[in-house]
Protein backbone atom coordinates (compact mmCIF):
# COMPACT_ATOMS: atom_id res chain seq x y z
CA UNK A 1 0.00 0.00 0.00
CA UNK A 2 1.37 2.98 -0.89
CA UNK A 3 1.72 6.75 1.45
CA UNK A 4 -1.20 8.36 -0.99
CA UNK A 5 -3.02 5.19 0.07
CA UNK A 6 -6.05 5.23 2.75
CA UNK A 7 -7.44 2.22 4.94
CA UNK A 8 -11.14 1.70 4.99
CA UNK A 9 -12.87 2.05 7.57
CA UNK A 10 -16.55 2.51 8.81
CA UNK A 11 -16.68 5.39 7.40
CA UNK A 12 -15.07 4.31 4.21
CA UNK A 13 -11.54 5.75 3.89
CA UNK A 14 -10.09 7.99 6.45
CA UNK A 15 -9.61 11.03 4.00
CA UNK A 16 -13.42 10.86 3.67
CA UNK A 17 -14.26 10.15 7.41
CA UNK A 18 -12.46 13.22 7.98
CA UNK A 19 -14.10 15.40 5.79
CA UNK A 20 -17.36 13.89 7.46
CA UNK A 21 -16.32 14.58 10.86
CA UNK A 22 -15.60 18.22 9.81
CA UNK A 23 -19.08 18.75 8.29
CA UNK A 24 -20.54 17.56 11.54
CA UNK A 25 -18.76 19.52 13.28
CA UNK A 26 -19.36 22.56 11.89
CA UNK A 27 -23.18 21.57 11.40
CA UNK A 28 -22.84 21.23 15.26
CA UNK A 29 -21.44 24.40 15.47
CA UNK A 30 -23.78 26.19 13.45
CA UNK A 31 -26.33 25.13 15.92
CA UNK A 32 -24.72 25.76 18.51
CA UNK A 33 -24.06 29.52 17.51
CA UNK A 34 -27.77 29.82 16.32
CA UNK A 35 -28.86 28.42 19.84
CA UNK A 36 -26.37 31.37 21.52
CA UNK A 37 -27.57 34.00 18.95
CA UNK A 38 -31.59 32.82 19.68
CA UNK A 39 -30.87 33.13 24.02
CA UNK A 40 -28.98 35.91 23.76
CA UNK A 41 -31.40 37.75 21.52
CA UNK A 42 -34.36 36.60 23.76
CA UNK A 43 -32.45 37.80 27.16
CA UNK A 44 -31.52 41.01 25.05
CA UNK A 45 -35.50 41.53 24.35
CA UNK A 46 -35.79 41.12 28.49
CA UNK A 47 -33.83 42.93 29.39
CA UNK A 48 -34.38 46.01 26.99
CA UNK A 49 -38.37 45.77 27.65
CA UNK A 50 -37.44 45.49 31.76
CA UNK A 51 -35.42 49.27 30.71
CA UNK A 52 -38.45 50.80 28.71
CA UNK A 53 -41.30 49.60 31.29
CA UNK A 54 -39.36 50.40 34.58
CA UNK A 55 -38.22 54.44 33.07
CA UNK A 56 -41.85 54.59 31.79
CA UNK A 57 -43.29 54.19 35.65
CA UNK A 58 -40.15 55.62 37.56
CA UNK A 59 -41.54 58.72 35.39
CA UNK A 60 -44.66 58.72 34.78
CA UNK A 61 -46.16 57.28 37.77
CA UNK A 62 -43.10 58.05 40.12
CA UNK A 63 -42.55 61.26 39.17
CA UNK A 64 -39.01 61.08 39.59
CA UNK A 65 -35.82 62.89 36.70
CA UNK A 66 -35.45 60.12 34.13
CA UNK A 67 -31.58 60.18 35.45
CA UNK A 68 -32.45 59.01 38.93
CA UNK A 69 -34.45 56.17 37.31
CA UNK A 70 -32.07 55.31 35.31
CA UNK A 71 -29.08 55.65 37.37
CA UNK A 72 -30.80 53.10 40.25
CA UNK A 73 -31.51 50.34 37.29
CA UNK A 74 -27.89 50.11 36.63
CA UNK A 75 -26.35 48.52 39.14
CA UNK A 76 -24.82 45.52 40.30
CA UNK A 77 -26.47 42.37 38.17
CA UNK A 78 -27.86 44.48 36.08
CA UNK A 79 -25.11 46.35 34.85
CA UNK A 80 -25.66 45.54 31.02
CA UNK A 81 -28.67 47.88 31.28
CA UNK A 82 -26.24 50.64 30.55
CA UNK A 83 -25.83 49.40 26.68
CA UNK A 84 -29.61 50.13 26.37
CA UNK A 85 -30.56 53.47 25.23
CA UNK A 86 -33.65 54.95 26.45
CA UNK A 87 -35.26 57.22 25.64
CA UNK A 88 -38.78 59.51 26.80
CA UNK A 89 -41.24 61.45 24.52
CA UNK A 90 -43.06 63.57 27.41
CA UNK A 91 -45.58 64.55 24.98
CA UNK A 92 -46.65 60.77 23.71
CA UNK A 93 -45.59 59.93 27.71
CA UNK A 94 -43.69 57.05 26.48
CA UNK A 95 -40.81 55.49 26.75
CA UNK A 96 -38.46 53.64 23.60
CA UNK A 97 -35.33 51.00 24.60
CA UNK A 98 -33.33 49.66 22.10
CA UNK A 99 -30.20 47.84 21.93
CA UNK A 100 -27.77 48.80 19.48
CA UNK A 101 -30.97 49.88 17.79
CA UNK A 102 -31.41 45.74 16.92
CA UNK A 103 -34.33 45.40 19.63
CA UNK A 104 -36.61 47.92 20.24
CA UNK A 105 -39.66 47.97 22.91
CA UNK A 106 -41.65 50.66 23.88
CA UNK A 107 -43.70 51.39 26.96
CA UNK A 108 -46.59 53.64 27.64
CA UNK A 109 -48.36 55.35 30.40
CA UNK A 110 -52.09 55.19 30.84
CA UNK A 111 -53.03 57.23 33.63
CA UNK A 112 -55.18 55.61 36.13
CA UNK A 113 -53.25 52.22 35.27
CA UNK A 114 -49.97 52.91 35.12
CA UNK A 115 -47.62 52.01 32.43
CA UNK A 116 -47.83 49.37 30.19
CA UNK A 117 -45.06 47.51 27.54
CA UNK A 118 -46.80 47.96 23.88
CA UNK A 119 -46.63 44.10 23.18
CA UNK A 120 -48.18 41.06 20.49
CA UNK A 121 -49.43 44.35 18.29
CA UNK A 122 -51.93 45.39 21.39
CA UNK A 123 -51.69 49.02 20.91
CA UNK A 124 -51.84 50.90 24.75
CA UNK A 125 -54.97 53.02 24.69
CA UNK A 126 -55.89 55.53 27.52
CA UNK A 127 -58.76 54.24 29.33
CA UNK A 128 -61.54 56.89 28.90
CA UNK A 129 -61.74 56.42 33.41
CA UNK A 130 -57.74 57.83 33.31
CA UNK A 131 -58.52 61.12 32.15
CA UNK A 132 -57.28 63.82 33.94
CA UNK A 133 -56.16 61.17 36.09
CA UNK A 134 -52.41 62.69 36.66
CA UNK A 135 -54.04 66.02 37.50
CA UNK A 136 -56.23 65.10 40.16
CA UNK A 137 -53.70 62.42 41.72
CA UNK A 138 -51.40 65.03 41.82
CA UNK A 139 -53.90 67.33 43.54
CA UNK A 140 -55.08 64.87 45.79
CA UNK A 141 -51.51 64.49 47.28
CA UNK A 142 -51.10 68.63 47.68
CA UNK A 143 -54.34 68.42 49.47
CA UNK A 144 -52.75 65.64 51.73
CA UNK A 145 -49.60 67.76 52.38
CA UNK A 146 -52.07 70.39 53.98
CA UNK A 147 -54.18 67.43 55.84
CA UNK A 148 -51.05 65.17 56.43
CA UNK A 149 -52.90 62.71 58.99
CA UNK A 150 -53.03 58.87 58.71
CA UNK A 151 -56.46 57.99 59.63
CA UNK A 152 -55.49 54.80 61.03
CA UNK A 153 -58.89 54.21 62.27
CA UNK A 154 -61.46 55.78 65.38
CA UNK A 155 -59.97 56.54 68.32
CA UNK A 156 -56.37 56.58 67.00
CA UNK A 157 -53.96 59.26 66.63
CA UNK A 158 -51.96 59.75 63.54
CA UNK A 159 -49.43 62.23 63.37
CA UNK A 160 -47.98 62.94 60.29
CA UNK A 161 -45.91 65.63 59.38
CA UNK A 162 -44.89 66.48 55.86
CA UNK A 163 -42.36 65.77 56.04
CA UNK A 164 -40.88 64.65 59.20
CA UNK A 165 -37.31 63.32 58.50
CA UNK A 166 -37.28 61.32 62.16
CA UNK A 167 -39.07 60.56 64.65
CA UNK A 168 -39.47 61.82 68.56
CA UNK A 169 -36.45 63.86 70.12
CA UNK A 170 -34.37 62.16 71.67
CA UNK A 171 -35.51 58.78 70.90
CA UNK A 172 -32.10 57.39 70.22
CA UNK A 173 -33.11 53.93 70.08
CA UNK A 174 -35.09 54.09 67.11
CA UNK A 175 -32.83 56.55 65.57
CA UNK A 176 -30.62 54.23 65.34
CA UNK A 177 -32.43 51.51 63.70
CA UNK A 178 -33.30 54.20 61.15
CA UNK A 179 -29.42 54.80 60.64
CA UNK A 180 -28.36 51.32 60.74
CA UNK A 181 -31.46 50.32 57.58
CA UNK A 182 -30.07 53.42 55.75
CA UNK A 183 -26.33 52.91 56.43
CA UNK A 184 -23.89 51.03 53.45
CA UNK A 185 -20.93 49.40 55.06
CA UNK A 186 -19.39 48.69 51.78
CA UNK A 187 -19.75 48.78 48.03
CA UNK A 188 -20.31 45.57 47.54
CA UNK A 189 -24.14 44.05 48.63
CA UNK A 190 -26.07 47.32 49.19
CA UNK A 191 -28.90 47.39 50.96
CA UNK A 192 -30.44 50.54 48.98
CA UNK A 193 -33.43 51.95 51.52
CA UNK A 194 -35.60 54.34 49.82
CA UNK A 195 -38.20 54.38 52.84
CA UNK A 196 -38.89 53.55 56.25
CA UNK A 197 -42.06 54.45 57.75
CA UNK A 198 -43.23 53.19 61.16
CA UNK A 199 -46.51 52.74 62.76
CA UNK A 200 -47.15 52.54 66.45
CA UNK A 201 -50.32 52.84 68.33
CA UNK A 202 -52.06 54.64 65.60
CA UNK A 203 -48.67 56.94 65.62
CA UNK A 204 -46.09 57.69 62.88
CA UNK A 205 -43.52 57.62 65.21
CA UNK A 206 -40.27 56.98 62.48
CA UNK A 207 -40.06 57.98 58.80
CA UNK A 208 -36.98 58.24 56.86
CA UNK A 209 -36.16 58.62 53.04
CA UNK A 210 -33.70 58.45 50.90
CA UNK A 211 -31.46 61.04 48.36
CA UNK A 212 -34.09 61.58 45.81
CA UNK A 213 -37.18 60.12 47.49
CA UNK A 214 -39.83 61.89 49.55
CA UNK A 215 -43.29 61.44 51.24
CA UNK A 216 -44.48 61.65 47.76
CA UNK A 217 -42.87 59.43 45.91
CA UNK A 218 -44.74 56.37 44.71
CA UNK A 219 -42.07 53.21 44.81
CA UNK A 220 -43.00 49.97 43.70
CA UNK A 221 -43.97 47.33 45.43
CA UNK A 222 -43.15 44.16 43.83
CA UNK A 223 -44.91 41.12 44.96
CA UNK A 224 -46.40 43.38 47.79
CA UNK A 225 -49.25 43.63 44.71
CA UNK A 226 -50.37 39.86 45.57
CA UNK A 227 -51.60 41.11 49.23
CA UNK A 228 -53.44 43.70 47.16
CA UNK A 229 -55.46 41.24 45.34
CA UNK A 230 -56.09 39.45 48.53
CA UNK A 231 -57.88 42.51 49.56
CA UNK A 232 -59.72 43.24 46.52
CA UNK A 233 -60.53 39.54 46.73
CA UNK A 234 -62.15 39.58 49.64
CA UNK A 235 -63.54 43.12 48.70
CA UNK A 236 -65.79 40.75 45.81
CA UNK A 237 -66.16 38.10 48.40
CA UNK A 238 -67.76 40.81 50.93
CA UNK A 239 -70.39 42.21 48.03
CA UNK A 240 -71.29 38.49 47.20
CA UNK A 241 -70.00 38.26 43.84
CA UNK A 242 -67.62 35.78 44.63
CA UNK A 243 -67.14 32.52 46.85
CA UNK A 244 -63.97 30.91 48.24
CA UNK A 245 -64.74 27.50 46.92
CA UNK A 246 -66.43 29.00 43.85
CA UNK A 247 -64.49 27.91 40.31
CA UNK A 248 -62.37 30.43 39.35
CA UNK A 249 -64.65 32.18 35.99
CA UNK A 250 -61.66 31.46 33.64
CA UNK A 251 -63.33 30.59 29.89
CA UNK A 252 -60.27 28.31 28.55
CA UNK A 253 -60.67 25.91 31.96
CA UNK A 254 -64.59 25.41 31.09
CA UNK A 255 -63.79 22.55 28.03
CA UNK A 256 -65.80 19.88 29.04
CA UNK A 257 -62.90 17.22 31.13
CA UNK A 258 -60.65 20.31 31.67
CA UNK A 259 -59.53 19.48 34.74
CA UNK A 260 -58.57 23.37 35.60
CA UNK A 261 -62.16 23.34 35.92
CA UNK A 262 -61.49 22.92 39.61
CA UNK A 263 -59.05 25.34 40.61
CA UNK A 264 -61.14 27.64 43.08
CA UNK A 265 -60.29 31.44 44.47
CA UNK A 266 -59.39 29.94 47.60
CA UNK A 267 -56.37 27.45 45.51
CA UNK A 268 -55.56 30.70 43.90
CA UNK A 269 -55.30 32.44 46.97
CA UNK A 270 -53.29 29.80 48.86
CA UNK A 271 -51.02 29.25 45.46
CA UNK A 272 -52.22 25.69 45.07
CA UNK A 273 -53.40 25.51 41.81
CA UNK A 274 -51.51 22.74 40.88
CA UNK A 275 -50.10 25.16 37.63
CA UNK A 276 -46.97 24.52 36.03
CA UNK A 277 -45.02 27.36 36.26
CA UNK A 278 -41.17 28.66 36.82
CA UNK A 279 -40.93 31.57 39.21
CA UNK A 280 -36.69 31.47 39.08
CA UNK A 281 -35.95 35.21 38.96
CA UNK A 282 -32.17 34.79 38.86
CA UNK A 283 -32.80 32.92 35.45
CA UNK A 284 -33.57 35.38 32.20
CA UNK A 285 -36.14 33.19 30.04
CA UNK A 286 -38.12 31.65 33.01
CA UNK A 287 -42.06 31.98 32.95
CA UNK A 288 -42.30 35.02 35.52
CA UNK A 289 -39.79 37.11 33.58
CA UNK A 290 -41.46 36.14 30.43
CA UNK A 291 -44.66 36.75 31.29
CA UNK A 292 -43.84 40.20 33.00
CA UNK A 293 -41.79 41.48 29.72
CA UNK A 294 -42.64 39.83 26.62
CA UNK A 295 -46.11 38.91 26.13
CA UNK A 296 -49.10 41.54 26.05
CA UNK A 297 -51.55 39.22 27.30
CA UNK A 298 -49.89 38.31 30.59
CA UNK A 299 -53.31 36.49 31.91
CA UNK A 300 -53.37 34.21 28.87
CA UNK A 301 -50.41 33.08 28.88
CA UNK A 302 -50.58 31.90 33.10
CA UNK A 303 -53.96 30.73 32.16
CA UNK A 304 -52.73 28.27 29.40
CA UNK A 305 -50.30 26.40 31.74
CA UNK A 306 -50.97 22.46 32.47
CA UNK A 307 -51.87 21.13 35.75
CA UNK A 308 -48.85 19.55 37.52
CA UNK A 309 -50.46 18.60 40.10
CA UNK A 310 -54.07 17.94 41.71
CA UNK A 311 -55.90 21.53 42.58
CA UNK A 312 -55.45 22.24 46.55
CA UNK A 313 -52.53 19.43 46.64
CA UNK A 314 -49.60 21.69 46.18
CA UNK A 315 -48.08 24.84 46.62
CA UNK A 316 -46.43 26.30 44.66
CA UNK A 317 -45.13 30.40 45.25
CA UNK A 318 -46.20 31.96 41.23
CA UNK A 319 -46.72 35.22 39.84
CA UNK A 320 -48.67 33.37 37.33
CA UNK A 321 -51.39 32.54 40.20
CA UNK A 322 -52.12 36.36 41.20
CA UNK A 323 -52.39 37.48 37.28
CA UNK A 324 -54.82 34.66 36.25
CA UNK A 325 -56.46 36.01 39.59
CA UNK A 326 -56.53 39.40 38.18
CA UNK A 327 -58.18 37.87 35.26
CA UNK A 328 -60.98 36.04 36.94
CA UNK A 329 -61.87 38.98 38.75
CA UNK A 330 -61.86 41.00 35.07
CA UNK A 331 -64.27 38.10 34.25
CA UNK A 332 -66.61 38.15 37.12
CA UNK A 333 -67.35 42.02 37.19
CA UNK A 334 -68.29 41.62 32.95
CA UNK A 335 -67.71 45.15 32.87
CA UNK A 336 -64.48 47.03 31.50
CA UNK A 337 -65.07 50.10 32.63
CA UNK A 338 -65.66 49.10 36.53
CA UNK A 339 -62.86 47.07 36.86
CA UNK A 340 -60.51 49.99 35.84
CA UNK A 341 -61.86 52.12 38.59
CA UNK A 342 -62.57 49.05 40.57
CA UNK A 343 -59.39 49.01 42.89
CA UNK A 344 -59.28 52.71 43.38
CA UNK A 345 -63.27 53.15 44.43
CA UNK A 346 -63.43 49.95 46.49
CA UNK A 347 -59.99 50.23 48.51
CA UNK A 348 -57.82 53.20 47.46
CA UNK A 349 -60.42 56.13 48.18
CA UNK A 350 -61.86 54.43 51.60
CA UNK A 351 -57.97 53.89 52.73
CA UNK A 352 -56.81 57.48 51.40
CA UNK A 353 -54.34 56.10 49.01
CA UNK A 354 -54.72 58.53 46.88
CA UNK A 355 -50.95 57.93 45.72
CA UNK A 356 -51.72 54.20 44.55
CA UNK A 357 -51.72 52.84 40.99
CA UNK A 358 -52.45 49.18 39.88
CA UNK A 359 -50.68 48.93 36.52
CA UNK A 360 -52.04 46.27 33.60
CA UNK A 361 -50.45 44.69 30.84
CA UNK A 362 -51.58 45.83 27.57
CA UNK A 363 -54.56 43.48 27.35
CA UNK A 364 -55.65 45.80 29.82
CA UNK A 365 -55.49 42.89 32.80
CA UNK A 366 -53.61 44.46 36.32
CA UNK A 367 -50.45 42.93 36.73
CA UNK A 368 -51.63 41.88 40.21
CA UNK A 369 -48.67 39.64 40.98
CA UNK A 370 -46.25 42.77 40.49
CA UNK A 371 -46.69 46.27 39.62
CA UNK A 372 -48.47 48.65 41.60
CA UNK A 373 -47.32 51.88 43.01
CA UNK A 374 -47.65 54.16 46.07
CA UNK A 375 -46.18 55.69 48.69
CA UNK A 376 -44.81 54.65 52.03
CA UNK A 377 -47.30 56.06 53.98
CA UNK A 378 -50.13 54.78 51.49
CA UNK A 379 -48.10 51.43 52.11
CA UNK A 380 -48.44 51.91 55.36
CA UNK A 381 -52.61 52.55 55.57
CA UNK A 382 -52.41 49.33 53.33
CA UNK A 383 -50.92 47.01 56.44
CA UNK A 384 -52.95 49.15 58.90
CA UNK A 385 -56.28 48.00 57.39
CA UNK A 386 -54.82 44.64 58.52
CA UNK A 387 -54.23 45.71 61.44
CA UNK A 388 -57.72 46.80 62.16
CA UNK A 389 -59.03 43.42 60.99
CA UNK A 390 -59.95 44.85 57.72
CA UNK A 391 -62.22 48.10 59.33
CA UNK A 392 -60.71 51.87 58.21
CA UNK A 393 -62.59 54.62 60.68
CA UNK A 394 -65.64 52.82 61.30
CA UNK A 395 -66.21 50.67 57.90
CA UNK A 396 -65.78 47.45 57.17
CA UNK A 397 -63.60 46.66 53.93
CA UNK A 398 -63.10 43.68 53.95
CA UNK A 399 -65.05 40.29 55.37
CA UNK A 400 -65.59 39.37 58.99
CA UNK A 401 -63.18 37.13 59.75
CA UNK A 402 -60.93 37.82 56.31
CA UNK A 403 -57.91 38.17 57.64
CA UNK A 404 -58.04 35.61 59.93
CA UNK A 405 -58.12 33.67 56.95
CA UNK A 406 -55.59 35.49 55.29
CA UNK A 407 -53.28 34.12 57.78
CA UNK A 408 -53.93 30.74 58.57
CA UNK A 409 -51.14 28.98 56.45
CA UNK A 410 -51.95 27.01 52.92
CA UNK A 411 -53.11 23.82 53.41
CA UNK A 412 -50.89 22.17 50.73
CA UNK A 413 -47.76 24.68 52.32
CA UNK A 414 -45.89 21.77 54.64
CA UNK A 415 -43.65 24.87 55.82
CA UNK A 416 -46.93 26.83 57.01
CA UNK A 417 -44.84 29.85 56.29
CA UNK A 418 -47.60 31.39 53.50
CA UNK A 419 -51.11 32.15 54.19
CA UNK A 420 -53.50 33.80 51.44
CA UNK A 421 -51.13 36.12 49.25
CA UNK A 422 -49.37 37.27 52.33
CA UNK A 423 -46.14 35.72 53.91
CA UNK A 424 -46.41 34.30 57.37
CA UNK A 425 -42.54 34.45 57.84
CA UNK A 426 -40.14 36.23 56.14
CA UNK A 427 -39.29 34.84 52.64
CA UNK A 428 -35.66 33.33 52.34
CA UNK A 429 -32.91 35.62 51.49
CA UNK A 430 -34.13 37.90 53.88
CA UNK A 431 -33.99 36.67 56.74
CA UNK A 432 -30.07 36.17 57.10
CA UNK A 433 -29.95 36.12 60.85
CA UNK A 434 -31.41 34.07 63.53
CA UNK A 435 -33.49 36.65 65.03
CA UNK A 436 -37.23 35.45 65.78
CA UNK A 437 -40.48 37.46 65.29
CA UNK A 438 -43.81 37.50 67.25
CA UNK A 439 -45.70 34.39 65.76
CA UNK A 440 -48.52 36.45 64.93
CA UNK A 441 -46.53 38.71 62.45
CA UNK A 442 -47.34 38.41 58.71
CA UNK A 443 -46.17 39.74 55.57
CA UNK A 444 -46.59 41.74 52.43
CA UNK A 445 -43.01 41.13 50.75
CA UNK A 446 -41.90 42.18 47.35
CA UNK A 447 -38.51 41.51 45.22
CA UNK A 448 -35.90 43.90 45.82
CA UNK A 449 -36.84 43.93 49.59
CA UNK A 450 -40.47 45.58 49.93
CA UNK A 451 -41.91 44.78 53.06
CA UNK A 452 -45.29 45.55 54.72
CA UNK A 453 -44.74 43.56 58.06
CA UNK A 454 -47.79 43.55 60.38
CA UNK A 455 -47.81 42.60 64.24
CA UNK A 456 -51.31 42.64 65.06
CA UNK A 457 -49.28 41.57 69.54
CA UNK A 458 -47.88 44.86 69.21
CA UNK A 459 -50.21 47.22 67.42
CA UNK A 460 -47.33 47.87 64.62
CA UNK A 461 -47.23 48.30 60.87
CA UNK A 462 -43.53 48.31 59.65
CA UNK A 463 -42.78 49.66 55.98
CA UNK A 464 -39.66 49.30 54.23
CA UNK A 465 -39.01 49.98 50.60
CA UNK A 466 -35.77 49.17 48.70
CA UNK A 467 -33.72 48.21 45.64
CA UNK A 468 -32.13 45.50 47.32
CA UNK A 469 -30.70 43.79 44.29
CA UNK A 470 -28.51 40.77 46.95
CA UNK A 471 -31.13 39.26 49.10
CA UNK A 472 -28.35 39.00 51.75
CA UNK A 473 -27.74 42.23 51.78
CA UNK A 474 -30.70 43.01 53.50
CA UNK A 475 -32.31 41.13 56.73
CA UNK A 476 -35.88 42.24 57.39
CA UNK A 477 -36.35 39.89 60.26
CA UNK A 478 -33.45 41.51 62.40
CA UNK A 479 -35.09 45.08 61.13
CA UNK A 480 -38.02 44.26 62.39
CA UNK A 481 -36.70 42.85 65.73
CA UNK A 482 -34.88 45.74 66.16
CA UNK A 483 -37.83 48.02 65.82
CA UNK A 484 -39.98 46.09 68.01
CA UNK A 485 -36.92 46.51 70.50
CA UNK A 486 -36.58 50.13 70.27
CA UNK A 487 -40.10 50.78 70.46
CA UNK A 488 -40.10 48.77 73.75
CA UNK A 489 -37.04 51.14 75.06
CA UNK A 490 -39.25 53.91 74.37
CA UNK A 491 -42.27 52.95 76.35
CA UNK A 492 -40.28 51.67 79.06
CA UNK A 493 -41.66 53.59 82.19
CA UNK A 494 -39.06 56.18 83.02
CA UNK A 495 -36.62 56.21 86.00
CA UNK A 496 -37.32 58.11 89.05
CA UNK A 497 -35.45 61.74 88.70
CA UNK A 498 -34.48 60.90 84.79
CA UNK A 499 -34.84 63.91 82.58
CA UNK A 500 -38.58 65.02 80.73
CA UNK A 501 -38.78 65.11 76.89
CA UNK A 502 -39.58 68.20 75.36
Known sequence: MTETETKPGFFGSSTVMARRLVRVALALLAVAVAIALTYGWRVAAILVAYKAKQVCSGLFVAGRGEQAVVTELEVDDLELL??????????????????????????????????????????????????????????????RRRQPDLEPGAGKRAAVSSPPPLIFAHDDALTNVLDRAFAEASTDGLQRTRAVVIVHDGLVVGERYADGITADTPLIGWSMTKSVMNALAGILVRQGRWSLDAAVPIPEWRQPGDPRGAITLDHL??????????????????DVLHMLLAVGDMAAFAADKPLEAAPGTRWQYSSGTSVILARAMRTAMRDGGEYEVFPRRALFEPLGMSSAVLETDAAGTFVGSSLMYATARDWARFGMLYLQDGVWNGQR?????WVEYTRMPAPADASRRYGA?????????YRASAASLPADAFHAAGHQGQFVTIVPSRNVVIVRLGGTRHHDAWDQTAFVRDVLAALDRRNRPRSRGAAEGP
Open 269 to 286: LHMSSGLEFDEQMTLPLT
Open 82 to 143: RFIDSSADTSRKSVTASAFGLITREAAYRGATGCALVLDHRSVRLPASAEGFGEARRSALRA
Open 397 to 401: ILPAG
Open 421 to 429: HFWLDVPDG
